[in-house]
């Protein structure tokens, strides 16, 4: 398919943002690059980042950066070191995209859509002569003697090089072309996969209640999960009811310390406190209050003051008091039912959402098996990884865009600079 030199070549699997930003620098440092990208157009996931404004990095010092990664934060240390968050802006605004930050240190590029982001990237590959190939899936990585020997399309063509860098992402939102290919790809050369599970991803929960509620959403809530009653993680913030269960930021950061929990054999709970600021004392006082000066007040009118109107016949169900009963003769016992659900709602968590509504794949690529300054293999010369196939995984707010445009980058440059035997 190619006459050139093979050793000149190098081959991209994953037109993502990793395998995008891998070409730019390949090409940059002057590297002839194809990209095989399986979709018919490159990015797909990178267009519908951010809810189509593509939250690009995060401006976390590395130290708290690396804070947001699982399971190997260290991996990316010399990484970012070289490539990191105000790199990957500079980067944009020379290409003509000003970015702005936004809560939580978030950064987005400013006025232009994540669709823009896409097409800046590969208006720079074409300007850099990059080789495009669409619809171009890849099934198998020729490699002899652990040397890289060239690519095998779906269709059977064969395209020498003796360089290639997997960035075929994870598999999550498959519809998007990322479909967990090059696990199989890299297992078939010799890679260790930690299994990959949904990340970033919703939660069901047992029972009617959730149902019942779905389109709530409650903000400034704590959310606390419970395995066999031990408390592994918690978050303050936002959430929403689903038709299935739990949803919104605070639950799919939460997801990410349960995509590996054995559901069956295990009792996990999600407790939701309603009323973060105020500890039990205070609410205690809170409601003594209200139920006395408005001793004439309802009970299902009186609750308009501590919670949104559709929790309020589900609070009264559960605590079996009466809607219609004035607030002076709620009794002492109920009163106290109230308050400890207000500070614990609890639900049964019996499982997690599948890759089609997972953020991320959490799992990949052991990072022990590639050298973490070049993201060569370290079975296999002249074999790169880039992106979310790498055993790596990130909160919300930037940080796994980040990783994918840094190991993109480190990626791009090793390839280029590196001489192999042919
Ligand atoms: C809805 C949504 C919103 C998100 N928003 C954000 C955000 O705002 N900020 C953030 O930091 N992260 C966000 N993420 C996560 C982020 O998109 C990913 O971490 C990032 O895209 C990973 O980049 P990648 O290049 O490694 O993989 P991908 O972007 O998944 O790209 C991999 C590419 O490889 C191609 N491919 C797969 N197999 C083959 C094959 N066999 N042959 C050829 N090509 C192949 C795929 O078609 C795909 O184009 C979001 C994810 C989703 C799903």
Redesign the pocket.
């Known amino acids: 398919m190619t006459d050139q030199p093979a050793n000149n070549i190098i081959v991209i ?7 995008m930003m891998a070409a730019i620098i390949a090409a940059r440092k002057g590297a002839q690059v194809i990209l ?4 018919n157009k ?5 267009s ?3 809810k189509g404004r ?2 690009i990095t995060n401006t976390d010092s590395l130290r708290e950066f690396l804070t947001h990664i699982d399971p190997d934060p260290n991996f990316l240390f010399n990484i970012f070191s070289r490539f990191f968050s105000k790199d990957i802006i500079d980067f944009f605004q020379q290409l003509g995209i000003n970015t702005i930050e936004e809560r939580g240190g978030r950064i987005f590029p400013e006025n232009v859509s994540a669709m823009e982001i896409v097409n800046t990237l590969v208006k720079e590959m074409q300007r850099l002569g990059v080789k495009i190939i669409l619809g ?3 099934k198998q990585i020729i490699c002899t003697n652990r040397n890289i020997k060239g690519v095998r399309l779906e269709n059977g063509t064969f395209i020498q090089s003796h360089k290639i860098i997997l ?4 598999s ?2 498959p519809a ?4 967990g ?2 696990y199989k790809l890299a297992a078939e050369l010799g890679h260790h996969i930690r299994t990959p599970v949904p990340a970033l991803v919703p939660i069901d929960v047992a029972g009617r209640v959730a149902p019942t509620l779905r389109g709530l959403t409650l903000k400034n809530i704590k959310a606390t999960v419970y395995n066999n009653g031990k408390i592994i993680a918690d978050e303050f913030g936002e959430m929403l009811f689903t038709h299935f269960g739990l949803s919104g930021p605070i639950i799919l950061s939460l997801s990410r310390k349960l995509n590996r929990i054995d559901f069956k054999n295990n009792k996990v709970d999600i407790s939701l406190d309603l009323k973060p600021a105020l500890d039990e004392k205070t609410l205690d006082h809170r409601l003594l209050r209200d139920f006395t000066q408005h001793g004439k007040m309802q009970a299902k009118t009186i609750l308009k003051g501590l919670l949104p109107s559709s929790l309020i016949p589900v609070c009264l169900d559960l605590l079996q008091i009466e809607a219609k009963k004035p607030a002076h003769q709620i009794t002492a016992e109920e009163r106290k039912k109230l308050r400890l659900w207000l500070k614990d709602f609890r639900f049964q968590i019996t499982g997690i959402r599948g890759f089609k509504e997972a ?2 794949t959490s799992g990949g690529v052991s990072t022990l098996e590639i050298n973490p300054k070049t993201l060569e293999s370290k079975l296999v010369s002249g074999l790169f990884f880039a ?3 790498i055993d790596l995984d990130a909160d919300t707010g ?5 990783i ?1 445009f840094s190991t993109g980058w480190i990626a791009g440059e090793s390839a280029a600079i590196q001489n192999v035997d042919e």
Do not use: F, H, W
């Open positions: 699997i994953g037109g993502g943002a990793a395998g095989l990208e399986k979709m490159p990015g797909r996931k990178l519908i980042t951010g593509c939250n171009a899936p890849v960035a075929t992402g994870g999550s939102y998007t072309g990322s479909t290919d090059g953020i991320i992106g979310e196939i930037g940080y796994n865009l980040q994918a």
